[in-house]
C-alpha cells in the first residue's frame, strides 16, 4: 500500500477580500492560504506520505510576485526535506497563454529539487516511495497547441478543435498505458474539466475556454487512483476506479461559499485503493440578503438580520434591498458597527423604486459583478451602442464559455469572418 496526500487548486495569491495585518505587514488572505497549505504539508510529514500529488493551479497566473513564489517554495520544501516525492502539476492558471509549459512551476525542475517531478507534458513518471515503486501518468491543463498543430485546427470551429482534441488525447494516452507495468499500482494525475463534474467559481476564473473530458476516456481499469485537479468543489465522480477532484484548499471567492474545503488522503492498492476527504479550517464566507422593501423598521431589521448570523472572522457581503424613501431611517455606522467583527465586507444597497426604475447605486471597488453583469451595467449607460448590445452580449458569453457548443460553433465562425 502507498500513502497519497492529493491536494489541488492551491491559488496561493488570490488577495480579493483580504485585509493587511498589522503585525505581520502581509495580506491576511496570503496567511489563509498559506496556513490551509501548511496543514496539508503538517500532515503529509506527521504521517507520513509516501507521495504528494498536487493537481495544478499554485498560484493565480503563471507570474506570481516574488513573496508568493516564496511563500509556496517555503511550504513544498518541508516536503523535499523530508525527502518525500512530489509531483506538481501545471494547471490553466499556471500557464502563459503563450508558449508551452508550467511558467511558474517550471523553477522545480530548473533548480533540480531532489524527489520533485514538474507535470508540464503527458508522461509517466515511475517513482520510488519508501513503500515501493509507483507509476503516475500526469496529463496537464491541455491546449490546442499540446496536441494539434496549427494546419489541423485551420477553419475548424471551438466544437470541432474540442472534437480533434479528444481524439487525439485519447491515442496519447492509450500509447501512455500501453507501456505501463501491469505489475505496480497507477495513478492518474489531471488536471481538467471532466463532463460529469458539477462545476463553480473555476469557470469564471478561468483565462480560456477548456475543453471538456468525457469521464469515460480516464476512468480505465488500468488505473488505482484518478487524481484530478480544476475543479473548486470536492467531488468524487466515479468509485471504480476512484476518480476524485479533492477542490481547492480555500474558498476563492463567494461562488464556493457552501464548499467544504479540504484535502484527499488516499490509500492506493491494486484494485483496493481507498480514499478519505480530509477538511481544513477555511476562511468562511457569508452572503446576507433582505429585502426590506416592505419594512417598517428598516434599520432594526436589517440589524436583527445581521444579528442572526455567524459573521465573526468571516468574510461578508451584505445585500439589502430598499426603497429611497426609507434610507432616512439607515445609519451606516450602525450597519459598520454591526459588521466588524467580519473579517471584511462589503455593503451592497440596492434601490427599489416602484413607480419609477431608481438609479442603481454607484459601482463600488469593493462591488464584485461576475464579468457578464458587468458588461450589461456598462452598457447601459452607453446609449450609442444600444444597437450593438445584443451582439455584444453574444460574443462575450462566447469568451466565457457559456454558450451552448453549437452557438458557439455558429458565432465563432460569424466572429472570423
Ligand atoms: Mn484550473
Known amino acids: 500500500m502507498i500513502n497519497v496526500l492529493h491536494l489541488s487548486d492551491i491559488h496561493l495569491g488570490s488577495l480579493a477580500h483580504g485585509k493587511i495585518n498589522p503585525a ?127 494546419q489541423e485546427t485551420q477553419g475548424l470551429s471551438l466544437g470541432e478543435v474540442g472534437k480533434l482534441l479528444i481524439e487525439k488525447l485519447v491515442i496519447v494516452l492509450e500509447a501512455e498505458i500501453r507501456q505501463l507495468d501491469p505489475d505496480l499500482p497507477t495513478v492518474l494525475l489531471a488536471h481538467m474539466m471532466v463532463d460529469t463534474a458539477t462545476y463553480g467559481a473555476e469557470r469564471f476564473l478561468a483565462a480560456g475556454k477548456g475543453f471538456t473530458i468525457p469521464l469515460a476516456l480516464i476512468a480505465r481499469s488500468e488505473f488505482d487512483y484518478v487524481a484530478l485537479g480544476h475543479v473548486h468543489r470536492h467531488q468524487v465522480l466515479c468509485q471504480q476506479p476512484l476518480v476524485v477532484y479533492p477542490g481547492s484548499i480555500e474558498r476563492v471567492d463567494f461562488g464556493e461559499e457552501d464548499e467544504q474545503k479540504g484535502y484527499c488522503w488516499v490509500e492506493v492498492e491494486k484494485n483496493a485503493t481507498k480514499f478519505t476527504f480530509c477538511p481544513l479550517p477555511a476562511r468562511q464566507f457569508r452572503t446576507i440578503t433582505i429585502d426590506l422593501t ?25 445585500r439589502y434591498q430598499i426603497k429611497p424613501h426609507q434610507l432616512l431611517d439607515i445609519e451606516d455606522h450602525l450597519i459598520h458597527q454591526a459588521l466588524a467583527p467580519a473579517h471584511t465586507y462589503k455593503i451592497i444597497p440596492e434601490l427599489v423604486d416602484s413607480r419609477s426604475r431608481a438609479r442603481i447605486p454607484d459601482l463600488t471597488p469593493e462591488e464584485v459583478l461576475d464579468p457578464l453583469s458587468a458588461l450589461k451595467r456598462y452598457l447601459a449607460t452607453r446609449e450609442d451602442l444600444r444597437s450593438m448590445e445584443t451582439d455584444l452580449l453574444k460574443a462575450a458569453q462566447h469568451l466565457l464559455g457559456d454558450l451552448p457548443p453549437e452557438d458557439s460553433a455558429q458565432l465563432s465562425l460569424e466572429l472570423h469572418k
Open 294 to 318: 416592505n419594512s417598517e423598521h428598516p434599520q432594526a431589521d436589517l440589524l436583527k438580520t445581521i444579528e442572526e448570523h455567524p459573521i465573526t472572522d468571516s468574510i461578508v457581503r451584505l
Open 24 to 150: 505581520t505587514g502581509l495580506n491576511s488572505r496570503l496567511e489563509d492560504f498559506t496556513h490551509s497549505l501548511s496543514l496539508c504539508i503538517d500532515r503529509a510529514i506527521a504521517a507520513p506520505a509516501d507521495l504528494v500529488l498536487f493537481g495544478g493551479d499554485a498560484f493565480p497566473d503563471a507570474v506570481p510576485p516574488p513573496l508568493v513564489q516564496q511563500a509556496f517554495a517555503q511550504q513544498f520544501r518541508r516536503l523535499a526535506d523530508a525527502r518525500i516525492p512530489t509531483v506538481l502539476l501545471v494547471g490553466n492558471h499556471d500557464q502563459h497563454s503563450q508558449g508551452l509549459g508550467g511558467a511558474s512551476l517550471a523553477i522545480y525542475r530548473s533548480l533540480a529539487v531532489p524527489g520533485f517531478i514538474v507535470g508540464d507534458h503527458i508522461a509517466t513518471h515511475t517513482i520510488a516511495t519508501n513503500n515501493g515503486k509507483i507509476q503516475v501518468i500526469t496529463i496537464p491543463w491541455l491546449t490546442r497547441s499540446a496536441l494539434l498543430t496549427r
